[in-house]
Nanobody
Framework: HVQLVESGGGLVQAGGSLSVSCAAS????????MGWFRQAPGKEREFVAG????????YYADSVKGRFTISRDNAKNTVYLQMNSLKPEDTAVYYC?????????????????WGQGTQVTVSS
């Protein structure tokens, strides 16, 4: 089992930057692929970014490509999401996620473990 705890998030103006991080525990971190998902009010949870176990492969949703960067530090059991050029439509609860499969998780169904979520609000 993997426990995930997010930190960071908060309120930022449009065009600004924010970083969220996720600390994992309970299992060897390098054995899970990691991802970030988000859920806005009234909408389904959606994929934002994912990273492979080694960190060699990264995938992004089209809506955040070029603005967000996912990274992981396997020595610190932590995954990060750096968000730049934020837009009001990025406002959502951001969830850290882990998958047991080797492939980078890009769908909700591929996730085995979820964090509790952290709020990101972008004001216009």
């Amino acid at each position: 089992h993997v426990q995930l705890v997010e930190s960071g998030g908060g309120l930022v103006q449009a065009g600004g930057s924010l970083s969220v991080s996720c600390a994992a525990s309970g299992r060897t971190f390098i054995s899970v692929s990691m991802g970030w998902f988000r859920q806005a009010p009234g909408k389904e949870r959606e994929f934002v970014a994912g990273i492979s176990r080694s960190g060699d492969y990264r995938y992004y949703a089209d809506s955040v490509k070029g603005r967000f960067t996912i990274s992981r530090d396997n020595a610190k059991n932590t995954v990060y999401l750096q968000m730049n050029s934020l837009k009001p439509e990025d406002t959502a609860v951001y969830y850290c996620a882990a998958g047991n499969q080797r492939l980078v998780p890009t769908t909700v169904s591929a996730i085995d473990y979820w964090g509790q979520g952290t709020q990101v609000t972008v004001s216009s």
